[in-house]
């Protein structure tokens, strides 16, 4: 028998013969979850949360517990519904998957005897508890995608239950980010005492991570893009110099620098700030215009500012739409060949071998549309995968991978949607078409490639831009998640909490990533809460 495979034979005879045989990591990631309490397990993508979670869900079930199994999205219940079903030998009417589809008066009766496992995405299960329809009385609760559990975000309505009654709780991540405040909340919101970490270099991972080739593809704007970045660098300063007039001091050429300004705005109590407010929204939209021309192109560009005239008249509209320098460039932009990225997006994916899989990711939905168009003008098949904004249903979601998987397309190009735990076909070629500041989400998408048989992940970077900012940024954010997580792991119950909540620079617990490979050339901002706004004042949720 293969030493990475579990031995043990202590497994629950709730577990299914349909289940794959747990590997040795698995196993005693389970064990220690059920030994010492309720842990975070940080795994990479590919390599069988799900099956941790079902070997301890199948003990806990086993002693004649219930477990409440949550996913942020309905899909992704869905597909753990899926799974459940077949890798547990429990009676079909055992198990529900309940969500907000489901009338609130419907749902009560669903949660009675003899339902043993809840399925369901958070907000669901949130609002029965507060609403009275469900008594919480689960001995384990799975949080799938548990960095999520932040903020007022409903995992941690359910945790705060979860930590009165007493349950074992089980959260799962690829990553929980490189913020050590943020990893201390997430641990905190869900009543965590225990980390278990493992990485591609591992011993008993290793045998099953497959090599996955990473290149960096750089490109410069066009001359005609430089010089319409540079008017744009100029609007910006301008607004910059009037908010500092007003008292608002700092850098905000990013979006998070803005989303924060916003804040101390509104807290500030200045007889200024609903002036400042205007100023500080027509400064937002000259930096995501920027980071549009820089990262995008010019059709993503030209929508936006189209969207801007279409709205309800506000100043910072009129302020954008009536300066001259703006709409000078916005006219240049017309006649202006693509972002050199689409070209090369082009290039690459049609020099690939015939019937290899890609998954192109983009970071606006505007601009996977463009994508979409071009590669099948180019002879590809390539189909759009995005989430309910755009009016897409789950069963429109299930059915485009249902035809990746059988092959009627080879190329999908997904937003956000198709980063986080979706049962995505394993594919050839992950394509990021632009970096992300998100360790989280580069994680995720990185992931996506080399599940069963070598990958390769190539990202599109334009030279001298907020590109190569998020390139970095997504870095240093994942060498630090595994050097705070690391430390964590291996911190006894005792000295959990100081480990936990110390200062300065963590000790360095794991090794630093592995290099690239060779041929390597190179390596979206939190939502806000937004204030009430006047009519057809802008957004920031707008962008």
């Given at each position: 028998?293969?030493?990475?495979?579990?031995?043990?034979?202590?497994?629950?005879?709730?577990?299914s013969?349909?289940?794959?045989?747990?590997?040795?990591y698995?196993?005693?990631?389970?064990?220690?979850?059920?030994?010492?309490?309720?842990t975070?397990v940080v795994?990479?993508?590919?390599?069988?949360?799900?099956?941790?979670?079902?070997?301890?869900?199948a003990?806990?079930?086993?002693?004649?517990?219930r477990?409440?199994?949550?996913?942020?999205?309905?899909?992704l219940?869905?597909?753990?519904?899926?799974v459940c079903r077949?890798w547990?030998?429990?009676?079909h009417?055992e198990?529900?998957?309940v969500?907000g589809?489901?009338?609130?008066e419907?749902?009560?009766p669903?949660y009675?005897?003899?339902v043993?496992?809840?399925?369901?995405?958070?907000?669901t299960?949130?609002?029965?508890?507060?609403?009275g329809r469900?008594?919480f009385?689960f001995?384990?609760v799975?949080?799938?995608?548990?960095?999520?559990s932040?903020?007022?975000y409903?995992?941690?309505?359910?945790?705060t239950?979860?930590?009165?009654?007493?349950?074992?709780?089980?959260g799962?991540?690829?990553s929980?980010g490189g913020?050590r405040k943020?990893?201390?909340?997430i641990?905190?919101?869900?009543?965590?005492?225990?980390?278990?970490?493992r990485?591609?270099?591992d011993?008993?991972?290793a045998?099953?991570?497959?090599?996955?080739?990473?290149?960096?593809?750089?490109?410069?704007l066009?001359?005609?893009?430089l010089e319409a970045k540079?008017?744009?660098?100029?609007?910006?300063?301008?607004q910059t110099?009037?908010?500092?007039?007003?008292?608002?001091v700092?850098?905000?050429?990013?979006?998070?620098?803005?989303s924060?300004?916003r804040?101390?705005?509104?807290?500030?109590?200045?007889?200024l700030?609903f002036?400042?407010l205007?100023h500080?929204a027509?400064?937002?939209?000259?930096?995501?215009?920027?980071?549009?021309?820089?990262?995008?192109g010019?059709?993503s560009?030209?929508?936006f500012?189209?969207?801007?005239?279409?709205?309800?008249?506000?100043?910072?509209?009129?302020?954008l739409l009536?300066?001259?320098?703006f709409?000078?460039m916005?006219?240049?932009?017309?006649?202006?060949?693509?972002h050199p990225k689409?070209?090369?997006?082009v290039e690459?994916?049609?020099?690939?071998p015939?019937g290899e899989?890609?998954?192109?990711?983009?970071?606006y939905?505007?601009?996977?549309?463009v994508?979409?168009?071009?590669?099948?003008k180019?002879?590809?098949?390539a189909?759009s995968?995005?989430?309910?904004k755009?009016?897409v249903?789950?069963?429109d979601?299930?059915?485009?991978?249902?035809?990746f998987?059988?092959?009627?397309?080879?190329?999908?190009v997904?937003?956000?949607i198709g980063?986080?735990?979706l049962?995505?076909p394993s594919?050839?070629?992950?394509?990021f078409?632009?970096?992300?500041?998100?360790?989280i989400?580069?994680i995720?998408r990185?992931?996506?490639a080399?599940?069963?048989k070598?990958?390769r992940?190539?990202?599109?970077?334009?030279?001298?831009?907020r590109?190569?900012a998020?390139?970095?940024?997504?870095?240093?954010k994942?060498?630090k998640?595994?050097?705070?997580?690391g430390?964590?792991?291996l911190?006894?119950?005792?000295?959990?909490?100081?480990?936990?909540n110390?200062?300065?620079r963590?000790?360095?617990?794991v090794?630093?990533?592995?290099?690239?490979?060779?041929n390597?050339?190179?390596?979206?901002?939190s939502?806000v809460?937004?204030?009430p706004k006047?009519k057809?004042?802008?957004?920031?949720?707008?962008?």
């Amino acid at each position: 028998m293969d030493a990475t495979i579990s031995q043990s034979p202590v497994l629950s005879p709730l577990l299914s013969p349909l289940a794959p045989p747990p590997r040795l990591y698995q196993s005693s990631i389970s064990d220690a979850v059920l030994k010492n309490g309720s842990t975070l397990v940080v795994l990479p993508t590919g390599l069988g949360k799900t099956l941790v979670a079902i070997l301890v869900a199948a003990a806990k079930l086993n002693e004649g517990g219930r477990v409440l199994f949550l996913a942020p999205t309905r899909p992704l219940a869905a597909q753990h519904e899926k799974v459940c079903r077949e890798w547990l030998k429990l009676a079909h009417d055992e198990i529900i998957s309940v969500s907000g589809l489901i009338s609130a008066e419907k749902r009560k009766p669903l949660y009675l005897s003899p339902v043993r496992l809840v399925i369901s995405t958070p907000q669901t299960i949130a609002n029965d508890l507060e609403a009275g329809r469900l008594t919480f009385d689960f001995s384990l609760v799975i949080f799938d995608e548990c960095h999520r559990s932040v903020g007022r975000y409903a995992y941690t309505f359910v945790a705060t239950a979860a930590k009165k009654h007493g349950s074992l709780v089980l959260g799962l991540t690829a990553s929980p980010g490189g913020d050590r405040k943020k990893i201390t909340d997430i641990l905190n919101a869900l009543g965590i005492t225990h980390v278990q970490i493992r990485t591609s270099e591992d011993a008993d991972v290793a045998p099953y991570v497959k090599p996955l080739e990473i290149e960096w593809i750089r490109v410069e704007l066009t001359p005609a893009l430089l010089e319409a970045k540079e008017v744009l660098g100029e609007l910006i300063r301008a607004q910059t110099e009037t908010l500092r007039k007003m008292g608002f001091v700092g850098q905000f050429t990013s979006k998070k620098a803005l989303s924060e300004m916003r804040m101390r705005i509104l807290a500030s109590g200045s007889h200024l700030r609903f002036s400042a407010l205007s100023h500080h929204a027509t400064l937002f939209s000259l930096v995501h215009v920027q980071e549009l021309l820089e990262t995008q192109g010019v059709e993503s560009v030209q929508r936006f500012v189209q969207r801007v005239k279409e709205r309800e008249p506000s100043k910072a509209q009129v302020r954008l739409l009536h300066n001259a320098k703006f709409m000078a460039m916005v006219e240049k932009l017309n006649g202006a060949t693509e972002h050199p990225k689409l070209k090369k997006l082009v290039e690459l994916v049609k020099g690939r071998p015939q019937g290899e899989k890609s998954i192109v990711f983009c970071q606006y939905r505007d601009q996977v549309g463009v994508l979409v168009r071009e590669l099948e003008k180019a002879g590809l098949r390539a189909k759009s995968f995005m989430g309910k904004k755009e009016g897409v249903t789950a069963k429109d979601q299930q059915k485009t991978l249902a035809d990746f998987r059988e092959g009627l397309f080879d190329i999908l190009v997904a937003t956000s949607i198709g980063e986080e735990g979706l049962d995505i076909p394993s594919v050839d070629n992950v394509i990021f078409y632009e970096p992300v500041a998100s360790e989280i989400r580069h994680i995720q998408r990185r992931g996506r490639a080399g599940r069963a048989k070598l990958g390769r992940m190539f990202g599109l970077m334009t030279a001298n831009t907020r590109d190569q900012a998020f390139f970095w940024s997504s870095r240093r954010k994942e060498e630090k998640m595994k050097k705070i997580v690391g430390g964590l792991a291996l911190a006894s119950p005792s000295d959990f909490k100081s480990v936990l909540n110390a200062r300065g620079r963590p000790k360095k617990i794991v090794p630093d990533l592995p290099k690239e490979t060779k041929n390597e050339k190179t390596e979206s901002p939190s939502p806000v809460i937004s204030a009430p706004k006047k009519k057809g004042q802008s957004k920031i949720s707008d962008f």
